[in-house]
C-alpha cells in the first residue's frame, strides 16, 4: 500500500481513495456493495458531497456493513455560516456520523466567491465553529481555478486543497501542488479520467499516480470497475515509453477542443457559466439526464442558449479554443440526449 499523510491534518491514508459521484447513477444496493467492497480492498479515504444526490447515504449504508477505519470527507457549495452548518448537519445524518474527518468549501470558482466564504459571517466561520465543538476534523477547499488556489494557499487558512489534475490538465503541477507541499496542506486529486474524457483508464491512473504524496479519487459505480482499477495501483506507476506517446496523442487530439477550466474567457456579457457548459457531456454522462433538468444545471444550460458568440471569450482563452462553436455543439448534443 502507498500510503501519504495529508499535509498538517495529520490524516494518513492510502493514495488511492474513492470519489463519491458516480455511485449516485446506479441503484442503491449496487452502490453500496461498491463502496463496501472498496473499503475490503484497501480504501481508507472516501469523498463525497452534498451535493452529490444520493451519494452521502449509500457511503453511509456501506460504512455501516465495516468496522475498518476510513476518513470520511464531504463538502458544501455553500457560501456562509449558517447555510455550511446546515449542510454539515444534513451530512452527518446521511453519512450516519457524529464527526466528519474533513469538510471542504467545495467549488469555489473565483475571488468574490472565495472572500465571501472567509470573510465575517462566511462558511469559514462556521467550519472553524465546528471543528472547535468537534463535528469536523480538518476544513478544506476545492477549485478549478489554479490562480485562484495559488492565493488562498498564500492565506494559510485550510489544511487541504483539491484541483484538477491529469494528463489533460497538468498545470497544477508546475506551482499550485508544490506550493502547497512546502506549506504542508494537503493536496487531494480530483478529475484523474479529466471527467470521463481521458478513456484509458490505466493510463490516467498510472499518470497520476506517477506523481508521489497527492491522494487521488477515482470514483467507479461497481465492484468490476474498481478492481481493475485497483490493479493498475497494484502495479508500477512508471510509464513506459509507449504509454508516454499515447499520453501525447491523446493530449493533441484534445488541444483544441477541451476546456482546462481556468474561466480566464469569463466574465461572459451573456453570464454564461462557460466552464460548466464545455463539460456539460462528461456531467450528464456522470451525473445522469435528471442533473441538466433541474436547478442551477438547467438555468446554466438555458442562458447559454442565448450565446450572442461576441468573440470575448474567444480573446480571452489562452488555449484558443472555438468556445462559441463548442457551445452550440454541446446543447445539441444535451437536446438529443434528452429526447432518447
Known amino acids: 500500500m502507498h500510503r501519504v499523510e495529508l499535509g498538517k491534518t495529520?490524516?494518513?491514508?492510502?493514495?488511492?481513495?474513492?470519489?463519491?459521484?458516480?455511485?449516485?447513477?446506479?441503484?442503491?444496493?449496487?452502490?453500496?456493495?461498491?463502496?463496501?467492497?472498496?473499503?475490503?480492498?484497501?480504501?481508507?479515504?472516501?469523498?463525497?458531497?452534498?451535493?452529490y444526490t444520493t451519494s452521502e447515504r449509500r457511503i453511509g449504508l456501506a460504512l455501516k456493513q465495516t468496522n475498518k477505519r476510513v476518513v470520511l470527507a464531504s463538502k458544501s457549495r455553500s457560501r456562509t455560516s449558517d447555510e455550511v452548518r446546515a449542510d454539515l448537519d444534513v451530512s452527518l445524518k446521511e453519512l450516519q456520523r457524529e464527526?466528519?474527518?474533513?469538510?471542504?468549501?467545495?467549488?469555489?470558482?473565483?475571488?468574490?466567491?472565495?472572500?465571501?466564504?472567509?470573510?465575517?459571517?462566511?462558511?469559514?466561520?462556521?467550519?472553524?465553529?465546528?471543528?472547535?465543538?468537534?463535528?469536523?476534523?480538518?476544513?478544506?477547499?476545492?477549485?478549478?481555478n489554479l490562480d485562484l488556489v495559488e492565493k488562498i494557499?498564500?492565506?494559510?487558512?485550510?489544511?487541504?486543497?483539491?484541483?484538477?489534475?491529469?494528463?489533460?490538465?497538468?498545470?497544477?503541477?508546475?506551482?499550485?501542488?508544490?506550493?502547497?507541499?512546502?506549506?504542508?496542506?494537503?493536496?487531494?486529486?480530483?478529475?484523474s479520467f479529466s471527467g470521463g474524457v481521458i478513456d484509458n483508464p490505466k493510463l490516467a491512473l498510472k499518470y497520476a499516480l506517477s506523481h508521489p504524496d497527492?491522494?487521488?479519487?477515482?470514483?467507479?459505480?461497481?465492484?468490476?470497475?474498481?478492481?481493475?482499477?485497483?490493479?493498475?495501483?497494484q502495479g508500477s506507476f512508471d510509464l513506459t515509453d509507449?504509454?508516454?506517446?499515447?499520453?501525447?496523442?491523446?493530449?493533441?487530439?484534445?488541444?483544441?477542443?477541451?476546456?482546462?477550466?481556468?474561466?480566464?474567457?469569463?466574465?461572459?456579457?451573456?453570464?454564461?457559466?462557460?466552464?460548466?457548459?464545455?463539460?456539460?457531456?462528461?456531467?450528464l454522462n456522470r451525473f445522469g439526464k435528471a442533473f441538466v433538468q433541474e436547478g442551477w444545471p438547467k438555468q446554466a444550460i438555458e442562458k447559454a442558449r442565448n450565446c450572442s458568440e461576441c468573440g470575448e471569450c474567444l480573446d480571452r482563452c489562452p488555449y484558443q479554443l472555438p468556445i462559441p462553436d463548442l457551445i452550440k455543439e454541446n446543447l445539441a448534443w444535451v437536446d438529443e440526449q434528452l429526447k432518447s
Request: with cysteine.
Open 10 to 51: 495529520g490524516l494518513e491514508v492510502n493514495r488511492f481513495g474513492f470519489g463519491g459521484i458516480p455511485i449516485q447513477r446506479v441503484d442503491e444496493d449496487r452502490a453500496v456493495e461498491t463502496v463496501f467492497h472498496a473499503v475490503e480492498k484497501g480504501v481508507d479515504f472516501i469523498d463525497t458531497s452534498r451535493v
Open 99 to 144: 464527526h466528519i474527518d474533513l469538510y471542504q468549501c467545495h467549488f469555489v470558482s473565483n475571488d468574490e466567491e472565495y472572500r465571501q466564504i472567509v470573510s465575517s459571517g462566511g462558511a469559514l466561520e462556521g467550519l472553524v465553529r465546528a471543528k472547535e465543538e468537534g463535528v469536523i476534523g480538518h476544513i478544506g477547499i476545492t477549485s478549478h
Open 153 to 191: 494557499l498564500d492565506d494559510d487558512l485550510f489544511e487541504t486543497i483539491m484541483v484538477c489534475f491529469s494528463f489533460l490538465e497538468p498545470k497544477a503541477m508546475e506551482t499550485v501542488i508544490p506550493k502547497a507541499f512546502n506549506k504542508n496542506v494537503g493536496v487531494i486529486a480530483m478529475k
Open 214 to 233: 497527492i491522494v487521488i479519487i477515482p470514483g467507479v459505480e461497481s465492484t468490476d470497475l474498481f478492481d481493475q482499477n485497483w490493479t493498475v495501483y
Open 242 to 283: 509507449a504509454e508516454k506517446q499515447k499520453i501525447e496523442a491523446i493530449q493533441k487530439k484534445y488541444d483544441k477542443n477541451f476546456c482546462r477550466r481556468c474561466d480566464y474567457c469569463q466574465p461572459c456579457s451573456e453570464e454564461i457559466s462557460i466552464q460548466m457548459i464545455m463539460g456539460i457531456r462528461s456531467a
